[in-house]
């Protein structure tokens, strides 16, 4: 199985910050990598997918980088609708798996 | 508009089973598959198993093989799990997804289904 290790797990931050969330894949999985936000309560939001790209309707302060282990989410200005939990998840091989998540809070 | 819409609560003692159902509309039902993931309280998202459009091909992680069944019935436009010999760490709130566009791509969601085992 393709082992998902995001980091950190939680993080503080400030309204106009900005942020990165690291996820790195125990394998080579080229960019078959999708972030979700997950705000509590509610089911996951896919925000970007194929790495880099940004899902319609997700706001273009959300980009996405990389590719075959290492991966990065970025909000370029934290907004306060952004405070949530944060999940990469890899598509390339069977079993699908999730990476630990990271909370962004205040 | 793309909608999945799960089955409720249910409550269940170990050992029993449950099954849960996710109902589609806003796109040709046949057209993309359906995955299954949970999330046990405080916990990340472990995906589950899927079924393909059409119901022909399945797959589901080794953990739960054995103990998992993902079925479909496109005369509803409905997806079905159901998880035998239910234990206490099963309870979880279920989701249901699908991926329209690309297979493993979760661009929809079910609203979830929280399952509690407790005797």
């Known amino acids: 199985d393709t082992q998902m290790t995001q980091s950190p797990s939680s993080l503080s931050a400030s309204v106009g910050d900005r942020v990165t969330i690291t996820c790195q894949a125990s394998?080579?999985?080229?960019?078959?990598l999708n972030w979700y936000q997950q705000k509590l309560g509610k089911a996951p939001k896919l925000l970007i997918y194929d790495a880099s790209n940004l899902q319609t309707g997700a706001p273009s302060r959300f980009s996405g980088s990389g590719s075959g282990t290492d991966f990065t989410l970025t909000i370029s200005s934290l907004q306060p609708e952004d405070f949530a939990t944060y999940y990469c998840q890899q598509y390339d091989n069977l079993p699908l798996t999730f990476g630990g998540g990271t909370t962004v809070d205040i | 508009q793309v909608q999945l819409v799960q089955s409720g609560t249910e409550v269940k003692k170990p050992g029993a089973s449950v099954k849960i159902s996710c109902k589609a509309s806003?796109?040709?039902?046949?057209?993309?598959?359906f995955s299954w993931v949970r999330q046990a309280p405080g916990q990340g998202l472990e995906w589950m198993g899927w079924i393909n459009g059409d119901g022909g091909h399945t797959d589901s992680a080794q953990k739960f093989q054995g103990r998992v069944t993902v079925t479909t019935d496109a005369s509803t436009s409905t997806s079905y799990m159901e998880l035998t010999s239910l234990r206490s760490d099963d309870t979880a709130v279920y989701y249901c997804?699908?991926?329209?566009?690309?297979?493993?791509?979760?661009?929809?969601w079910g609203q979830g289904t929280l399952v509690t085992v407790s005797s």
């Open positions: 806003g796109y040709t039902f046949s057209t993309s598959g």
């Open positions: 394998q080579d999985i080229k960019n078959y």
């Open positions: 997804a699908t991926s329209l566009v690309v297979a493993g791509v979760f661009e929809s």
